[in-house]
């Protein structure tokens, strides 16, 4: 989906420019000495509008959130939501996941949340997943022992596959559901999530946890991803079955 462009958009940066860190690596391996109200590090994947980060950095204490985006017509509306709230607990990073080792010392973080990430359906394509072998290689490393990652999508082919590569990684999961909310709303949102679980969606969700026999880049070359097509690109095929239904 492609989104739309932001009036004003250098000048609003600019207001919200005390919550963007625009040289991160710098802070690699003092990110708590940086910010020392803080005793843990989140990072967030993807953070899009930020309701999902204002909502969770409003009920966090002494935890410092790292909020990544890479468009930034998206991060200047989540930069906004937390500015507006007064949290303070949050900062933005424009970056790409693969920087994470030039980032974060080894075992710097505690969680790393992964919500609603492009499913790149093509099997050419799976590498790119973040949820890929080689970016779990990249979470382990900046994991400290028994760190997690908290996964959630609304498309199923992309969590069975992600699951299969977690476990196959030396991941332990602890959490898993396919339909989050089947009981009622749970827990905390994102944009995308509120949309899709108005229109009867289901979600995945898995929290999974870094082990002794969790697999890191020092493990050497990732295996190949042969026969990794999804069956739908983020629930489509779901989402457009519930549109015809609701038609006249």
Request: hydrophobic share 40%.
């Amino acid at each position: 989906m492609r989104m739309r462009k932001r009036s004003n958009l250098t000048a609003r940066m600019e207001r919200c420019a005390a919550l963007r860190i625009d040289e991160p690596a710098a802070l690699r391996g003092r990110w708590l000495e940086a910010f020392p109200q803080a005793e843990q590090i989140y990072v967030e994947l993807g953070c899009g509008k930020g309701r999902f980060t204002a909502d969770l950095a409003e009920g966090l204490e002494r935890i410092l959130l790292l909020a990544v985006e890479r468009v930034p017509d998206a991060m200047i509306l989540a930069m906004e939501r937390v500015q507006s709230r007064g949290v303070d607990s949050v900062r933005f990073l424009d970056l790409d996941a693969r920087e994470l080792p030039n980032l974060f010392a080894p075992g710097e973080i505690q969680r790393l949340y992964i919500n609603f990430c492009d499913p790149w359906p093509k099997s050419r394509d799976a590498k790119l997943r973040l949820t890929a072998p080689g970016f779990l290689r990249l979470y382990a490393d900046a994991l400290a022992p028994g760190g997690q990652i908290h996964f959630k999508t609304d498309n199923a082919p992309l969590f069975d596959w992600s699951a299969e590569q977690l476990r196959a990684e030396g991941w332990a999961i602890s959490e898993l559901t396919h339909d989050l909310h089947a009981a009622g709303p749970t827990g905390i949102l994102t944009d995308y999530e509120a949309r899709f679980l108005s229109q009867g969606m289901k979600i995945n969700r898995l929290v999974a946890g870094k082990t002794p026999a969790t697999l890191g880049t020092a493990a050497g070359p990732v295996p190949r991803l042969r026969g990794a097509s999804l069956v739908d690109a983020r629930g489509y095929a779901e989402s457009i079955a519930h549109q015809q239904k609701e038609e006249p």
